[in-house]
């Protein structure tokens, strides 16, 4: 059967609900009657905290949308949930419940779809006019026909735009002085909030990714195993994995390992994992390189119902496979393998780590300094694109002996040691433990005195964490996950006196907006502490090829900005 021919499971958009995997479709429900105006985070505080409704998930259909979506681990509470919420007063509004109904498997969907519009014929027709390269290369290098320079000009123009609409949102919630502020930056800097620096990047764009996650799957067509990228998105219709052999982005040391690894799957019985009925075994490998030749294969498969013992022959096999067999070429220096089961009932995963081979973790040099690497730890994925990345966030901080500084999210550290030399003391904080236990032994490695890091999420220990530092002068550099900082988080900083500037880190600059947006609100109730605004910011592309770059901002007290501008335009 190949990939195209569907399996009774493909038939039938509603087959998930029968698996035994939790899903937070299965027990969802739908809530009417809400407030004009109110918080995400709130209603879950009312449902959670003040109704002890115990729910896992809470989605609106769309943005501005009167009503939402709220899910549970099981039928018992959904079932207290419609009874509880049915008829209640919440902010002056009456709230209605009832059972919703849950959403079709968007892959099976699509399939259906297809199959009874003549679209397919197009699909198929366009699909033979494209090569599967092509195909990889549109997923995840869209602009490799583009001339370097004109990439850099397009990513320079497309952070102009965020800027902008950043400087929209920000004049609609300001008054008072910080009206007067925006105004005035808009003028001067033609609709930006402030001075866009002309973007940054590295000499080497090609080869320059440190670690990728592959996909283990089929091929569109032959139907084989193949380990690399997926050609299109699940709710797109396909789940074919394309090869990366002619991705310009990826280390030949990566492909070395794929391809081997590709051997070993096909000369074992466990088929690869299907991300529809959830059947298989090989899900992702993920491999982890440093400029000083260090190279950590992670290879992640779901057990299934494999026995312990099973699974420990598996691991004496690529042992084997690594250390003497055809494995051999790829030089790996870490090897592990990675349990990757499905979220269960309760919304737990189970993730685990099991060391193979090699060394623990791997070592990588960034800005003279050396910096340890367990698997799942964060690192920049472009390790001389960061070095770029880091210069500009000292350059724009402009730290001194008198600063204490905040590294936010500090993942191994690198952030807080490059500042080091130029801080009177560090202090990061992280909530994967791992990185921390790394960031501990990278303090160490490179003789540094005055760093500190702490395990935990930033909304819970930045304020016992603040209340540590001893210096006059608290600069704070945020580099959160793609979806920003949290809102707890952001309002410790604002209220934070100390803090005097901020330097935040974007990989995704349009979600960062709200961010932005809140750090400069007008004081309110909720908003203490004097608005922060952005008084430069430059764009460092770690990216080539891709559509994706980093965005550095520097932020600052409103009364430090304006003093600042009064002085220079005297």
Same mark, same amino acid.
């Given at each position: 059967m190949t990939s195209n021919e569907p399996t009774e499971v493909e038939k039938n958009p509603y087959a998930y609900l029968e698996r035994a995997d939790f899903t937070?479709? !299965?027990? /969802?429900?739908?809530?009417? =009657?809400?407030?004009?105006?109110? =918080?995400? *985070?709130?209603?879950?505080?009312?449902?959670?905290?003040? #109704?002890?409704?115990?729910?896992?998930?809470? !989605?609106?259909? !769309?943005?501005?949308?009167?009503?939402?979506?709220?899910?549970?681990? +099981?039928?018992?509470?959904?079932? !207290?949930?419609?009874?509880?919420?049915?008829?209640? $007063?919440?902010?002056? &509004?009456?709230?209605?419940?009832?059972?919703?109904?849950?959403?079709?498997?968007?892959?099976?969907?699509?399939? #259906?779809?297809?199959?009874?519009? /003549?679209?397919? $014929?197009?699909?198929?027709?366009d699909d033979q006019n494209t090569s599967i390269e092509d195909k990889v290369k549109l997923t995840t290098i869209p602009l490799w026909e583009m001339p370097y320079p004109s990439q850099l000009e397009l990513k320079q123009k497309e952070m102009s735009l965020i800027l902008s609409t950043i400087c929209k949102q920000m004049l /609609?919630?300001?008054?008072?002085? $910080?009206?007067?502020?925006?105004?005035?930056?808009?003028?001067?800097?033609?609709?930006?909030? &402030?001075?866009?620096?002309?973007?940054?990047?590295?000499?080497?764009?090609?080869?320059?990714?440190?670690? &990728?996650?592959?996909?283990? *799957?089929?091929?569109?067509?032959? +139907?084989?195993?193949?380990? *690399?990228?997926?050609?299109?998105?699940?709710?797109?219709?396909?789940?074919?994995?394309?090869?990366?052999?002619? $991705? &310009?982005?990826?280390?030949?040391?990566?492909?070395?390992?794929?391809?081997v690894l590709e051997e070993f799957i096909k000369n074992t019985e466990l088929k690869p994992f299907d991300p529809v009925d959830h059947s298989g075994y090989w899900r992702q490998v993920t491999v982890r390189s440093t400029l000083c030749n260090d190279l950590m294969v992670i290879v992640g498969m779901h057990p299934q119902d494999l026995s312990s013992e099973k699974l420990g022959e598996l691991q004496l096999?690529?042992?084997?496979?690594?250390?003497? =067999? +055809? *494995?051999?070429?790829?030089?790996?220096?870490?090897?592990?393998?990675?349990?990757?089961?499905?979220?269960?009932?309760?919304?737990?995963?189970?993730?685990?780590?099991y060391h193979i081979s090699g060394t623990k973790y791997i070592e990588e040099m960034l800005l003279g300094m050396k910096f340890r690497i367990s698997p799942q730890a964060f690192f920049q994925v472009n390790t001389l694109g960061a070095e770029v990345l880091y210069k500009a966030a000292i350059d724009l901080a402009k730290p001194t002996v008198d600063t204490a500084l905040l590294d936010i999210c500090c993942g191994t550290g690198t952030i807080g040691l490059a500042f080091s030399k130029y801080c009177g003391e560090v202090f990061g904080i992280e909530m994967v433990e791992d990185a921390i236990k790394d960031a501990k032994e990278n303090v160490v490695a490179n003789e540094v005195s005055n760093c500190e890091f702490f395990v935990g999420k930033a909304e819970d220990v930045l304020s016992p964490v603040i209340r540590r530092t001893t210096k006059p002068d608290i600069i704070a550099v945020v580099d959160p996950p793609r979806a920003g900082l949290h809102q707890r988080a952001l309002l410790t900083m604002r209220k934070a006196k100390k803090l005097?500037?901020?330097?935040?880190?974007?990989?995704?600059?349009?979600?960062?907006?709200? +961010?932005?947006?809140?750090?400069?609100?007008?004081?309110s109730k909720q908003y203490t502490g004097e608005p922060m605004v952005p008084i430069k910011a430059v764009a460092v592309d770690m990216f080539p090829y891709t559509k994706h770059c980093e965005l550095v901002l520097c932020l600052e007290r409103l009364s430090t900005a304006m003093k600042a501008r009064d002085c220079t335009e005297r």
């Open positions: 937070s479709e !299965k027990y /969802k429900i739908e809530v009417h =009657g809400l407030p004009k105006y109110y =918080g995400i *985070g709130e209603f879950k505080k009312l449902l959670n905290e003040k #109704l002890e409704l115990q729910s896992c998930k809470i !989605k609106p259909p !769309k943005r501005s949308s009167g009503w939402l979506y709220v899910s549970f681990r +099981n039928e018992e509470n959904r079932r !207290k949930a419609i009874e509880i919420l049915n008829g209640i $007063l919440w902010k002056n &509004c009456t709230l209605s419940a009832q059972i919703a109904k849950p959403a079709p498997d968007p892959f099976v969907k699509r399939r #259906l779809e297809e199959e009874t519009t /003549k679209k397919r $014929l197009k699909l198929d027709k /609609k919630e300001s008054k008072g002085d $910080l009206l007067e502020w925006l105004n005035h930056q808009k003028t001067k800097y033609h609709g930006l909030p &402030c001075e866009l620096l002309p973007i940054l990047s590295t000499d080497t764009i090609t080869e320059y990714r440190n670690k &990728c996650e592959f996909t283990v *799957g089929r091929s569109e067509k032959e +139907n084989e195993v193949v380990i *690399g990228f997926r050609l299109s998105s699940y709710a797109s219709g396909s789940t074919a994995v394309g090869p990366i052999d002619n $991705l &310009c982005h990826i280390p030949n040391t990566m492909k070395v390992v794929v391809k096999q690529l042992k084997t496979f690594f250390e003497t =067999g +055809n *494995g051999v070429q790829a030089r790996v220096t870490s090897l592990y393998l990675q349990i990757m089961k499905l979220k269960s009932v309760d919304g737990k995963s189970e993730n685990n780590f005097s500037r901020l330097i935040y880190i974007s990989c995704d600059p349009r979600a960062a907006a709200k +961010n932005l947006v809140d750090l400069a609100r007008p004081v």
